[in-house]
């Protein structure tokens, strides 16, 4: 019954490293979103993708990339991975932008920076 | 101003009591609303969605909105401490859903 699934729980990269966090689901979905969520400030979006190939930022996509090849991955690409994106990253998936009611989201990827 | 506003808690509540938890937002047009429910170390599940003003009832849980006041809230009945969890609040903008940040209730047996 697994749904939204990320590639990995738990992970600790040095400074200055490029960071791959992969999220895939098997719902067909048309939109995916990556966020993270830290202590006191909930979830915030980094970015989402409502198509292949497209993809819109959200309110922190700074440090951040994505990529989008195929409708059930979405990547999530830390370019030179700095301390303060130490944090739990969620990646997310939705039917439709009117189906907010149906998102799932994966387990996580609690990401270390050192 | 926050978008989304909740109170973070702690919340502690006996067993068996009504637990209350609330959320204001700050853009008028928008018109969808959700509930989350998030347990330690796990991703959040939607509990509760709601878009009309009133109250919406699912079990033991009630959602009620007020678009007027901008306001939206949880009501959990006959709390149990299977309900022990972060509770985060979650509004629909233009195209992105924007989330409180999350209130923490703890229910005592």
């Known amino acids: 019954d697994v749904k939204v699934t990320q590639s990995s729980r738990y992970l600790v990269k040095r400074t200055g490293e490029k960071v791959f966090l992969e999220c895939v689901q098997d719902m067909d979905h048309e939109n995916m979103f990556w966020y993270r969520q830290d202590p006191g400030l909930g979830l915030r979006l980094i970015y989402f993708s409502y198509d292949v190939k497209m993809k819109e930022k959200g309110d922190i996509p700074e440090g951040y990339s994505v990529s989008r090849e195929k409708k059930e991955r979405f990547s999530l690409i830390l370019e030179s991975a700095s301390t303060n994106q130490t944090s739990m990253y969620l990646c997310?998936?939705?039917?439709?932008?009117?189906?907010?009611?149906?998102?799932?989201f994966g387990p996580g990827t609690r990401l270390t920076v050192l | 101003q926050k978008e989304v506003e909740q109170n973070s808690g702690p919340l502690s509540v006996p067993e068996g009591a009504i637990a209350s938890l609330n959320c204001t937002y700050s853009?008028?047009?928008?018109?969808?609303f959700f509930w989350y429910r998030q347990y330690s170390g796990k991703s959040p599940e939607l509990i509760m969605s709601?878009?009309?003003?009133g109250d919406k009832e699912d079990g033991r849980f009630t959602a009620q909105l007020n678009k007027a006041s901008q306001y939206v809230s949880l009501l959990i009945r006959d709390s149990q401490p299977s309900d022990s969890a972060t509770y985060l609040c979650?509004?629909?903008?233009?195209?992105?859903?924007?989330f409180g940040q999350g209130t923490r209730l703890t229910i005592n047996p």
């Open positions: 997310a998936s939705i039917p439709g932008l009117a189906y907010y009611n149906e998102q799932f």
């Open positions: 853009d008028r047009v928008s018109q969808s």
């Open positions: 709601i878009y009309s003003n």
């Open positions: 979650a509004v629909k903008g233009a195209q992105k859903l924007v």
